[in-house]
């Protein structure tokens, strides 16, 4: 894995490596994220899921980043040991997470329920949310465990209607438009991104807070309860 500038610069002693990652949380070390942004009074936790295989029900890491206060606060990240331990090729390039890597880590219902209580009442926002809350609700599905209460948003939509002048609405291609280097498929630093992603776009449409952005742009929040899920959709403009 490549030790970064974004690394260094936001997340103080940086993660350069899985394995290195692995002992941070052993550790208990939480990232702490220097921001620069105006103060935006909100809960919302971005999240980021990586997949051993082509399977959503495969997640091995996932990454959340805290915004408080309009500052995004708090970033970790935690390995997953898949319930099925098939890894492919592809998603190994992809994020550089092996097997060895999570041999001794928890499965997803012990990794999601450390956050319980931070998830409760809270906006979740995530970049391509389809893809991540597919991921969250399959892993679920694996173990035969109901969905939580959560709304969520979808910060690639948000983009998309938000700064439609841009070219692409990629996360690495956002991150470069907002001056940010980091390593792309870290779960950890693709929710930082998307968490600085959501605070530059509430001061762009001059919401108070990233929850604040639906009723402004004709986005209508998604939902997921133990009864089933809600997508995350835009009016046509």
């Not at 394995?19 to 009074?41: D, F, H, P, V, Y």
């Amino acid at each position: 894995m490549v030790i970064n500038l974004f690394m260094r610069a936001m997340f103080g002693n940086p993660l350069a490596d899985v394995n290195s990652r692995i002992c941070a949380q052993r550790m208990g070390k939480l990232c702490q994220i220097n921001a620069t942004e105006s103060e935006i009074s909100l809960k919302t936790i971005a999240i980021d899921f990586e997949t051993a295989n082509e399977q959503r029900g495969s997640a091995c890491s996932v990454g959340l980043a805290w915004i408080e206060d309009g500052k995004v606060a708090r970033v970790e990240e935690r390995l997953i040991r898949p319930k099925e331990m098939r890894f492919s090729g592809m998603n190994i390039a992809i994020h550089g997470i092996r097997p060895e890597h999570v041999e001794d880590a928890p499965e997803f219902p012990e990794v999601m329920d450390e956050f319980h209580d931070d998830f409760k009442g809270a906006t979740m926002i995530a970049h391509n949310a389809a893809f991540d809350f597919s991921v969250w609700r399959s892993s679920l599905d694996c173990y035969r465990q109901s969905y939580p209460e959560l709304t969520y948003l979808c910060s690639l939509k948000m983009a998309q209607r938000i700064w439609p002048h841009f070219l692409s609405h990629k996360l690495n291609l956002i991150a470069e438009h907002l001056g940010l280097r980091f390593a792309h498929h870290n779960a950890a630093e693709d929710a930082a991104v998307c968490a600085h992603a959501a605070i530059a776009m509430a001061k762009t449409v001059g919401a108070a807070a990233v929850n604040a952005i639906p009723a402004l742009i004709g986005m209508k929040p998604g939902r997921l309860t133990p009864s089933g899920y809600e997508a995350c959709t835009c009016r046509k403009a």
